[in-house]
């Protein structure tokens, strides 16, 4: 079982940076592939990012050259880096994390969930 808290979330003008933090516990060392999700309002779940304990990375297409997914292996810990946001960004980010080690894309199978911390991003 892999608990998930996610943190970093807030409000910035479109143009502007946030950085989204994810702790995982459950075990001394988190080896799932791990990623971040988001959903807005009347739309579909979308995979922004994963990337596993080997450092394999994906990305969704609308985030490529803007986000950066990285991972503290030693503290269990999921980063995301997003830069240049736009109003289309804002969502629920949700931190995930997958019962097997190997990331193969953004639209694995994805089994433990965090809460969520909300972006928002004005124009």
């Known amino acids: 079982q892999v608990q998930l808290v996610e943190s970093g979330g807030g409000s910035v003008e479109a143009g502007g940076s946030l950085r989204l933090s994810c702790v995982a516990s459950?075990?001394?060392?988190?080896?799932?592939?791990m990623g971040w999700f988001r959903q807005a309002p009347g739309k579909e779940r979308e995979g922004v990012a994963v990337?596993?304990?080997?450092?394999?990375?994906f990305y969704g297409d609308s985030v490529k050259g803007r986000f950066t997914i990285s991972r503290d292996n030693a503290k269990n810990t999921l980063y995301l880096q997003m830069n240049m946001l736009k109003p289309d960004d804002t969502a629920m980010y949700y931190c995930?994390?997958?019962?097997?080690?190997?990331?193969?894309?953004?639209?694995?199978?994805?089994?433990?969930w965090g809460q969520g911390t909300q972006v928002t991003v004005s124009s």
């Open positions: 995930a994390a997958a019962q097997v080690t190997g990331c193969s894309s953004v639209r694995g199978e994805f089994h433990y």
């Open positions: 459950g075990s001394t060392y988190i080896k799932n592939c």
């Open positions: 990337r596993d304990w080997y450092g394999v990375t």
